[in-house]
């Protein structure tokens, strides 16, 4: 007869081993990617400064594990160095970088002086020619669902429903785009938002997909912006991705204003930063009121509530638009506390 002492101390070895095993990552995946939200960035970075912020602020937010950042709308190899440089300071090179497909838009823009003599191929991480491929790839190897957040016109995402349509069924959409009571500035009369104005056809292809979508439309982000304490906080930050972010501003400001004479509001506070609430609707939605609208996107680039569209996940309102405020300044200098 076998004593119980022993058999006693191996069920516990046993038990002790499987719950070491339950503990460990997922085979190939890093140990501090357990628990986050998977995520892909997909931004036509370079033109408005505000894209620049929300990629600082997603690889400042510990809620995401970022699996992918590809540029889109055109501009692809400028999307791309200013991806790869931005990565570079913040020290994630792990993350891979995709160039987004060619359209009209071409050449540089308006942050290019920081990025005149980065070259592409000195960039340490993985560098997809095929950004919409690598996107496609991303989602469907996932084991989890996949938050694409996308914070620019969508040729990219449209190609990428186009040759696979099952990244619908693997993924959750939060995209910057549209304007259903609120225009430009807080403006009573809604508006044809550029990143749906500038191709309606692909807003249309990504908000009638089968995944769920959420947006921010200009009711909510076309209001956003640091100024005062504030803003005089985030450019005095030594945080070198704070750092980058202010200095990309100054820039993009004085490539705005080759022949002005007045003031430069770099001085003094930011553009208004629109991308950055899709950031944050990534992984909350606390601040703000949501509302379930069966949106349609007109030809013309109107986001309207027509009954029988598709519903729609939107941040209509902000319940607290100072805090998120905070939120952003807290993030950037490094001082987040999640909300």
């Known amino acids: 007869m076998t004593h119980p002492a022993p058999i006693f101390r191996s069920l516990l070895l046993f038990v002790i081993l499987g719950l070491f095993s339950l503990s460990l990552p997922a085979a190939g995946r890093p140990a501090a990617a357990a628990g986050r939200i998977p995520v892909i960035l997909d931004t036509d970075i370079g033109d408005d400064i505000d894209d620049t912020w929300a990629l600082a602020l997603l690889l400042k937010s510990p809620e995401f594990d970022i699996r992918l950042v590809v540029g889109d709308e055109g501009k692809p190899l400028y999307r791309a160095r200013l991806i790869a440089k931005l990565l570079q300071v913040a020290g994630r090179t792990d993350i891979p970088i995709g160039i987004g497909i060619e359209t009209s838009s071409r050449g540089d823009g308006g942050q290019v002086g920081w990025v005149r003599d980065y070259d592409l191929k000195s960039y340490p991480g993985t560098v ?20 694409l957040i996308a914070v620019g016109p969508l040729p990219n995402i449209a190609a990428a429903l186009e040759r696979e349509p099952r990244i619908a069924q693997r993924a959750r959409f939060v995209g910057m785009h549209g304007s259903v009571r609120v225009g430009y500035g807080g403006n009573k009369k809604p508006a044809p938002e550029y990143n749906v104005k500038q191709n309606a056809p692909a807003c249309r292809k990504a908000l009638t997909a089968a995944w769920d979508a959420t947006i921010t439309p200009l009711d909510t982000c076309g209001i956003v912006d640091l100024s005062g304490e504030r803003y005089q906080r985030l450019r005095a930050s030594k945080d070198p991705v704070a750092a980058a972010v202010i200095e990309n501003y100054r820039l993009w400001s004085a490539a705005q204003r080759r022949n002005a004479t007045t003031p430069d509001p770099w001085e003094t506070r930011s553009s208004t930063l629109f991308d950055t609430v899709a950031i944050y609707l990534g992984y909350s939605e606390k601040l703000l ?38 939120w952003i300044v807290n993030r950037l200098t490094g001082s987040a506390r999640a909300r």
Do not use: C, Y
Not at 128 to 147: C, F, W, Y
């Open 289 to 326: 009121k949501m509302e379930r609208l069966p949106i349609e996107v007109t030809d013309a680039g109107f986001t309207v509530i027509q009954p029988g569209a598709k519903l729609t996940n939107v941040a209509t309102e902000w319940k607290d638009l100072d805090a998120f405020r905070d």
């Open 128 to 147: 997809h020619q095929d950004g919409v491929k690598a996107l496609i790839d991303t989602i469907m190897n996932s084991r989890e669902p996949v938050t």
